[in-house]
């Protein structure tokens, strides 16, 4: 009975608001054996409730994400059915993101609107879904991705340890991940804005110390990165270090010691579980992803890899162009402070 009225209204807003799905829009839903089905039922139900066709798809459990699960995927039904679809949600934990049916269905089915919910509980759809002032949330993020995309340079340190500089590529986009999926394309939950800056202006030292996933969860210890453009050359910690230095070292490619992306996260309901659809949207965190890059970052194609992890950094600190507009997790920046006020974190 967890949050069942608060589920519901969670679902609703998913369904009508997010994905604005049509009566007779068929929407497919994905989930493996280690999704919570009560998400998966609600959705379903309130997509068959307002006139539109909900087709749920379990699937056993990858034991990779991205192009290592195809190997564990039934990928050619898999593929047929998102080909067809009009919305997909994705459910699964371990995500279909970056797989070869993933990449197929977005790149062949020009009308598909994919929204990434990977690992979704009832809790957090509650938290980062039904109780989000989405108008507030959209303009406090594509204020912060104006500021990104402008700048030249950026520096980000963090109390742990952290202290990273690079270059923006104006070629690449700045996303701002708003939770809404109703244009064709893959789409993420809202409280991210994401980009790819000039990977070989990467230099420094980025330290996660939130939680890393895959292959970890939540950290016990921080694990330090040594990144010389855009290369990971040294990875020290704790045991948890070495078990992820011998992950990325396990695909025996050279693009999983490459650093792929970096993401402020802005959720307001968002918090630290081990769930990395969440962990990336805590509130002053920025996350780091090694490995795979998908073409929403770096069109046309992206640059592919075996798999692709993510990191957590918390508490940041953000310079753009010298200017400290994040400080320690909390917006200093004028327009942004009243934002967050305005969404309950000032």
């Known amino acids: 009975m967890l949050y069942e009225y608060e589920l519901g209204k969670a679902a609703d807003i998913l369904v009508k608001e997010l994905f604005k799905l049509k009566e ?15 998400v ?23 034991l990779g994400v991205g192009k290592a699960a195809d190997p564990m995927l ?8 998102l080909k067809s679809a009009d919305a997909w949600a994705e459910f699964n ?16 089915n020009k009308k598909l609107r994919h929204l990434c919910l990977v690992g979704m509980n009832v809790d ?9 002032d989405y108008p507030t ?3 406090f993020e594509e204020k912060l991705a104006d500021l990104t995309r402008k700048a030249k340079r950026v ?10 500089e690079f270059e923006n590529d104006p070629s690449h986009p700045v996303n701002c991940e708003l939770g809404y999926a109703d244009t064709p394309g893959s789409h993420m939950m809202s409280g991210q804005v994401a980009w790819s800056p000039r990977l070989e202006s990467i230099n420094g030292v980025i330290v996660f110390d939130g939680s890393v996933v895959p292959p970890i969860g939540l950290l016990r210890d921080p694990i330090r990165l040594t990144v010389e453009q855009g290369k990971i050359v040294r990875v020290e910690g704790g045991k948890e270090a070495v078990e992820f230095k011998s992950w990325l070292q396990s695909f025996n490619h050279p693009r999983m010691f490459h650093v792929a992306h970096v993401c402020y996260g802005f959720n307001p309901g968002a918090k630290l579980t081990g769930d990395i659809l969440e962990d990336e949207r805590v509130w002053g965190c920025t996350e780091w992803g090694v490995g795979n ?6 069109p046309p194609d992206g640059v592919p890899a075996p798999s692709h992890s993510d990191g957590i950094c918390l508490n940041t600190s953000v310079w753009l162009d010298g200017n400290l507009i994040i400080d320690q997790g909390q917006v200093v920046e004028p327009e942004l402070k009243e934002l967050a006020a305005r969404l309950g974190r000032a």
Do not use: H
Request: net charge negative.
């Open 93 to 108: 934990n371990q995500w279909l993101l970056y797989s070869t049916p993933y990449d197929i269905a977005v790149r062949e």
């Open 124 to 132: 957090m759809m509650v938290r980062c879904i039904g109780r989000v």
């Open 137 to 139: 949330l959209r303009a």
């Open 293 to 298: 890059i998908g073409a929403i970052l770096i």
């Open 74 to 81: 039934p990928q050619e039904a898999m593929t047929a059915l």
């Open 155 to 164: 520096k980000m340190t963090t109390p742990a340890g952290e202290e990273v």
């Open 40 to 62: 998966v039922n609600a959705t379903a139900r309130s997509a068959f409730s307002m006139g539109a066709k909900p087709l749920v798809v379990w699937n056993a459990s990858p």
């Open 24 to 38: 007779g829009e068929t929407l497919v839903i994905t989930a493996d054996t280690e999704s919570d089905p009560r």
